[in-house]
């Protein structure tokens, strides 16, 4: 029997980011067209000759993306919105980057002088991963057809370097999956998408491919009658002829799909043996014996070196019996690229740690132990089991301290001790605001000079003291541009912060940080998960002389800002020896400190962050409740412990919530930020017909695109939110903090905000509404 290695897919940055760098210049219209490309070509070439020298047998192809695979797969469809047609003529770049950012006038998706313009496609988290995707977009009457021809391009590309590629689909059934039909159902595209995928591997066939990966990430979710049959439908018409198609699961186990995934004529499997560890035994007892298994093994998804030994006791039963694949269990996308390039993280915790070129020669190292013996690779195997002992061992793991205090909560910590409509009454009283009050979500631009200045400091080149008037000057001018703007909330701006979850890892117990450790999170947008290894505590206040320098500044009320511990969880690479709510209840204690600190040094509104509390659901609907639990318990006890005039906000992005309000309602917050210019306003329906009980600030300015809204189209955004929402609800914010974006697009689209808002208020008589006391 033999053993091989593939990979799903690699980190489409390049180890030093050079995709980002490339695509910012790009847009910035600093460098041509020819040079993005030529640096994408680069990036995939050493991809390719990199996985090849650690080991792997299976390369992938078409795993490479400008922005987003699953924007890929709707270009190749012809998923392209109507609004978008003119941007070039054809579906070539100004039209793909249209599509991913939106455009202002012309079609320049690297301009914003104009208040016109085209808006993006919707954007959110890629299942329950910190990644985001573009929202496929479906209309009645739309004509979908292939438009092009990326992955045999990608085949071709790799076979004339001399590597022989399994390229990679989104499949057919998931993306329909992840689409949104507007008065459609979006499987009702079936029959035309099954077609354009058909001449795709029939293009891949004469070009040469022999095994063709196609990701179905979707069988690891409940499906409903209407998808299990469009899968049947789709591989039996797929697997007719053409290349050898390897059907890729992840993220999950088939659990009530096994028989349906086993059941489809396909020629190989690729099951997730991490996060599906329990069904090896069922996959082995029904796989035909001429289906080839692909099992992922090593974690795709975090950053913990495998204990071969251990895989090796699970794997060397099956390779005697029948030929198996081992590979990653999801696509290496979602981990740092190289451990080498990080050469600061303290040693004992490196050797826990595994990026992704580490990844591959731990499967390389696996492979040889079972095609070879394991005494072939003893040496190896010797060192993986010495770390994963020490790791368990470890004395800076475990904390006493911290588990005692855990073990102290008691419900009334979680427990605002008032009802929303006191609440509000204390709050208006203290704060002062009009209708219709005007903030924004945190951060201001990081402009190059805030980079310089960090990078700067980072070095030696500037001491404390320097770096520190430098911070100063920045939040002082961030602060008087606030008040001259009319905003009514006032943000400090966060120059001081490189992230939302690093800046407070890096003063928490229990997390370590890497240098070169970035991941992609959408387009050029990367960041640096924090590696959360053991238990935390906050050893000293973290925010509240910024946020007492920041409000010495003005008279206007100024928020504090905090990342809340669900956030921090979910966008941190955690610990797995441990329960994930363990971490998460030992991370809210260590915040509700901080929480507990800005009121006594007089913050009377503090924002806790919760961006990531809709991405980390389980995607199997029977588990849902469990982590809600927990999350919900966690924010609640970091929030909890502040009075009834300290009013409480939250923020959360780029997620889908109906189906959890009743959890969000839970939270108790007392004003909720949201995503809503992208989708029109839309989520608030949902808010609505709960019956939400407090204040929401449904986001007006699209922040992950270019181009500056004007005022008009905000009043029209405010007065669809009034549709579902009471004027005394609304806030007025953009959708997300504006780290991201320029001074010359931030500027003007703030102020459009606050004239709107203005403009809402002489339109709209003060209202009698009142916070509901009970929830339907």
């Not at 990036?43 to 890929?72: E, K, M, T």
């Not at 994930?580 to 009377?604: H, N, T």
């Amino acid at each position: 029997m033999t053993v091989t290695v593939a990979t799903l897919g690699f980190p489409r940055i390049g180890p030093r980011r050079e995709l980002k760098h490339a695509l910012e210049r790009y847009w910035a219209g600093t460098t041509a067209q020819a040079d993005l490309l030529a640096t994408a070509a680069d990036l995939r070439a050493a991809n390719w000759a990199r996985q090849q020298a650690l080991g792997a047998d299976w390369l992938p192809s078409a795993d490479f993306s400008l922005y987003d695979h699953v924007l890929d797969t709707s270009l190749m469809l012809g998923a392209i919105p109507d609004r978008y047609a003119a941007a070039d003529g054809q579906a070539g770049l100004d039209t793909y980057f249209a599509m991913a950012r939106g455009s202002s006038r012309g079609g320049d998706t690297s301009c914003a002088h104009g208040a016109s313009g085209t808006t993006a496609l919707e954007m959110t988290k890629w299942f329950d991963t910190n990644y985001h995707y573009m929202v496929p977009e479906l209309v009645a009457g739309q004509r979908l057809a292939l438009t092009s021809e990326k992955i045999v391009d990608a085949y071709r590309e790799a076979k004339a370097l001399g590597h022989e590629t399994r390229p990679v689909l989104l499949g057919p059934v998931t993306w329909l999956t992840l689409a949104k039909g507007r008065d459609v159902d979006p499987f009702d595209f079936l029959d035309s998408v099954l077609g354009i995928y058909a001449a795709v591997l029939g293009q891949l066939a004469h070009a040469g491919a022999q095994w063709v990966q196609i990701d179905e990430p979707c069988l690891v979710l409940d499906l409903d009658d209407r998808q299990r049959a469009a899968l049947e439908l789709a591989y039996e018409r797929l697997s007719r002829g053409g290349p050898k198609l390897m059907l890729t699961t992840y993220f999950g186990p088939l659990a009530d799909n096994l028989s349906l995934a086993l059941g489809l004529p396909v020629a190989g499997l690729h099951v997730d043996l991490v996060r599906g560890a329990d069904q090896l035994d069922a996959v082995l007892a029904a796989a035909p014996a001429d289906l080839l298994l692909s099992l992922g093994v090593i974690d795709g998804r975090n950053v913990w070196r495998a204990d071969l030994p251990a895989l090796l006791d699970r794997l060397e039963p099956v390779a005697a019996t029948r030929d198996i694949v081992l590979a990653p269990s999801c696509s290496l996308l979602h981990v740092p690229v190289d451990l080498a390039l990080d050469t600061a993280i303290d040693p004992e915790v490196t050797q826990w740690l595994a990026f992704a070129v580490q990844k591959i020669a731990e499967l390389a190292t696996l492979r040889q132990a079972l095609n070879d013996g394991r005494d072939s690779v003893a040496d190896t195997l010797a060192a993986s089991a010495t770390a994963a002992a020490n790791r368990r061992t470890a004395a800076r793991i475990h904390d006493p301290a911290v588990a005692a205090r855990l073990a102290a909560t008691t419900p009334a910590m979680r427990d605002r001790g008032a009802s929303h409509a006191t609440r509000q009454a204390a709050q208006a009283v203290a704060l002062g605001l009009p209708a219709f009050p005007t903030t924004t979500i945190g951060s201001f631009p990081q402009t190059a000079e805030v980079r310089r200045a960090r990078a700067d400091h980072a070095a030696g080149r500037i001491d404390d003291a320097a770096y520190a008037a430098f911070l100063r000057a920045e939040t002082a001018r961030a602060v008087a541009w606030q008040e001259e703007a009319g905003l009514d909330m006032l943000v400090h701006g966060e120059f001081e912060r490189n992230d939302m979850v690093q800046y407070f890892g890096e003063q928490l117990s229990g997390f370590v940080f890497t240098r070169a450790g970035w991941v992609q999170s959408y387009g050029s947008r990367c960041v640096r998960p924090p590696i959360l290894y053991g238990d935390v505590s906050r050893p000293a206040p973290m925010t509240v002389d910024w946020w007492r320098y920041a409000q010495g500044l003005t008279d206007r009320p100024m928020k504090g800002m905090l990342t809340g511990p669900v956030t921090i969880l979910n966008w941190s690479f955690v610990r797995d020896d441990q329960p994930r709510e363990d971490s998460c209840r030992q991370i809210a204690l260590a915040i509700r400190d901080e929480v507990r600190d800005l009121e006594a040094a007089g913050a009377r509104a503090i924002q806790i962050d919760e961006a990531a509390l809709r991405e980390g659901l389980p995607l199997s609907h029977r588990d849902w409740q469990a982590y809600l639990d927990w999350a919900v318990d966690c924010f609640r006890l970091c929030a909890a412990g502040v009075g009834h005039a300290t009013q409480i906000h939250t923020h959360m992005c780029y997620s889908e919530f109906n189906a959890i309000l009743p959890s969000i309602g839970a939270m108790d917050a007392d004003v909720i930020s949201i995503e809503t210019a992208r989708s029109q306003m839309e989520l608030l329906a949902a808010f609505a017909g709960y019956r939400y009980p407090s204040a929401v600030g449904p986001g007006v300015y699209d922040i992950h695109s270019a181009r500056v809204p004007g005022v008009e189209e905000m009043v029209r955004l405010l007065t669809l939110a009034q549709a579902h929402l009471s004027p005394d609800q609304i806030w007025v914010n953009p959708d997300c903090g504006l780290k991201t974006r320029r001074w010359a697009e931030v500027r003007p689209a703030i102020a459009a905000m606050v004239e709107a808002a203005r403009t809402l208020r002489g339109r709209t008589a003060k209202a009698t509404w009142q916070p509901a006391e009970t929830v339907a």
